[in-house]
């Protein structure tokens, strides 16, 4: 409480400091303004000075307790150590040594200030474009890029479609970790060919991606580092858009999400004879109810299964693209439990048999 109070009072004077050196300058440029502030700000001119640099480091160590609390304070020690490609994105030092032939991990150092301050990060945040695995061409994401270069899934989920199609998947891979920017951008979902899938307008184009919403002004008037997303973002961020908002369970959306990723992995277990979705190696491990796996496992299933997990895994619940959520996992429902969508089996369909015959 006491540091808290602090802080406050700091800010409060670097504040008002910075205010007055504003009325300075203004007067400066205009003498016929010349008023009861002059005095005091012409003794404090010096202070000034000084403190202007204190303001920066007074920034510093405020966005450094935000980061303390933050996620990415940790790392997954063994992953970060493995090297590439877990150390591209398990380690801050291992992020700006992407693009090097080696990396070895002498510390590790979780998703720190270079990361995103230095080399690999500080160009991605700049240029604002990012190579997503899913698209052929960078990707616009102004200052969300650095963000998105590890929050993506790691995967191509078109080309996981054909191997489970041909029947030539090595194991159900699924979408790796917290990869928001698959349903953000609205194309890294697992889709399948000529449905149509809707996508958000307003959440992907918001100029700065990611950072938009998860990185608010703080009260202090900085950039705020803990990267969650904080309440004080309905009021900052949210309301710019929608009028009433006090929840970002808006129109009971959230829940919906949820009641449709319920009935997507029912039906799943239903489709496999699966009792549980577990994990292994990055893959989907499906078990009867004896723990026994199941290998045999139809490609609507996978497929469903994909989906499930990338919109459970983004941890937003459909917020990120409200209409390519709610889209993927309706089709994929579809797709699993008719055994047919338009498009993938109309065989009778003169206009389909060209794509039917690659
Ligand atoms: C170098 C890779 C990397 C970058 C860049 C990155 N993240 Fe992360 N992020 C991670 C990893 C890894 C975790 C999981 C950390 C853990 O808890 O072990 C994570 C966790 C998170 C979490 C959950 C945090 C928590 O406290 O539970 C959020 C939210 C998040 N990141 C948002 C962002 C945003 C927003 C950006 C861009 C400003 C960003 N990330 C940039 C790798 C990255
Ligand atoms: C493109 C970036 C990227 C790469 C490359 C990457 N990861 Fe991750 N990984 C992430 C992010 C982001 C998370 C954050 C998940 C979270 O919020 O906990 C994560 C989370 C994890 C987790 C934690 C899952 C959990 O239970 O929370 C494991 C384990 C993991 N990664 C293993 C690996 C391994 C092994 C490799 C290398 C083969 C690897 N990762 C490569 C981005 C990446
Ligand atoms: C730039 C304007 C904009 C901002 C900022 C914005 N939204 Fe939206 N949001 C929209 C639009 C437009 C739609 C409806 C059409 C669509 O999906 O694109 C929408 C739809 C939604 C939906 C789906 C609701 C439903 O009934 O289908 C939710 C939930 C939502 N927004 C929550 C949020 C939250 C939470 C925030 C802040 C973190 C936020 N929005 C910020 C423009 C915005
Ligand atoms: C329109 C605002 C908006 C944008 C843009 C946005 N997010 Fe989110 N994000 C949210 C909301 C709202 C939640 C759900 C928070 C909740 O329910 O508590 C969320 C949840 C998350 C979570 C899971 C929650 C957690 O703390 O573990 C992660 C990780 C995340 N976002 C990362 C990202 C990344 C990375 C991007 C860019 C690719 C991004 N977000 C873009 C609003 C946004
Ligand atoms: C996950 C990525 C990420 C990490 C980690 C990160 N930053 Fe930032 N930081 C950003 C982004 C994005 C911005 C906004 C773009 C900008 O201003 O260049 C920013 C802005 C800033 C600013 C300007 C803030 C303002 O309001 O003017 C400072 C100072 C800063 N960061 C310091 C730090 C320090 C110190 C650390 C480590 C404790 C850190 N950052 C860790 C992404 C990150």
Request: hydrophobic fraction near 30%; charged fraction near 30%; charge should be negative.
């Amino acid at each position: 409480m006491k540091k808290f109070l602090l802080i406050v009072l700091t800010l409060i004077m670097v504040l008002s400091l910075a205010a007055c050196a504003g009325n300075q300058n203004a007067n400066d440029n205009n003498a016929a303004e010349d008023n009861t502030n002059n005095n005091a700000a012409e003794q404090q001119k010096q202070q000034v000075q000084e403190d202007e640099e204190l303001g920066d480091l007074t920034k510093v160590r405020l966005i450094s307790e935000d980061w303390k609390e933050s996620g990415h304070q940790y790392a997954i020690v063994d992953v970060a150590e493995r090297g590439k490609p877990c150390s591209n994105c398990h380690d801050g030092n291992g992020f700006n040594a992407q693009n090097k032939e080696e990396f070895k991990a002498e510390h590790v150092t979780g998703i720190d200030c270079q990361a995103c301050h230095s080399d690999v990060g500080a160009e991605l945040i700049k240029n604002g474009e990012v190579e997503l695995p899913f698209l052929d061409e960078p990707y616009e994401a102004g200052r969300g890029a650095v963000c998105m270069a590890c929050h993506n899934g790691r995967r191509n989920p078109s080309e996981l479609f054909e191997d489970s199609k041909a029947n030539q998947l090595e194991k159900f891979t699924y979408p790796h970790y917290s990869m928001a920017a698959a349903l953000l951008t609205g194309k890294g979902g697992m889709e399948i060919p000529r449905e149509e899938y809707s996508t958000s307008s307003g959440h992907p184009g918001l100029d700065n991606t990611c950072a938009s919403c998860h990185m608010i002004e703080a009260e202090e008037g900085y950039e705020q580092h803990t990267f969650v997303m904080e309440e004080e973002a309905i009021e900052q961020v949210c309301s710019k858009c929608h009028s009433d908002i006090d929840t970002f369970n808006l129109n009971g959306y959230q829940d919906e999400t949820k009641e449709r990723l319920e009935k997507l992995k029912k039906a799943v277990l239903e489709a496999t004879g699966a009792a549980e979705i577990d994990s292994y190696h990055g893959g989907f491990l499906f078990k009867d109810e004896n723990g026994e796996e199941i290998k045999d496992i139809p490609h609507e299933a996978y497929v469903a299964a994909y989906n499930w997990k990338l919109v459970k895994g983004d941890g937003s619940y459909g917020v990120h693209n409200p209409k390519y959520a709610k889209d993927l996992l309706e089709k994929s429902y579809e797709f699993l439990t008719n055994g047919t969508t338009q498009g993938e089996d109309t065989k009778n369909n003169g206009d389909d048999n060209q794509e039917n015959n690659e």
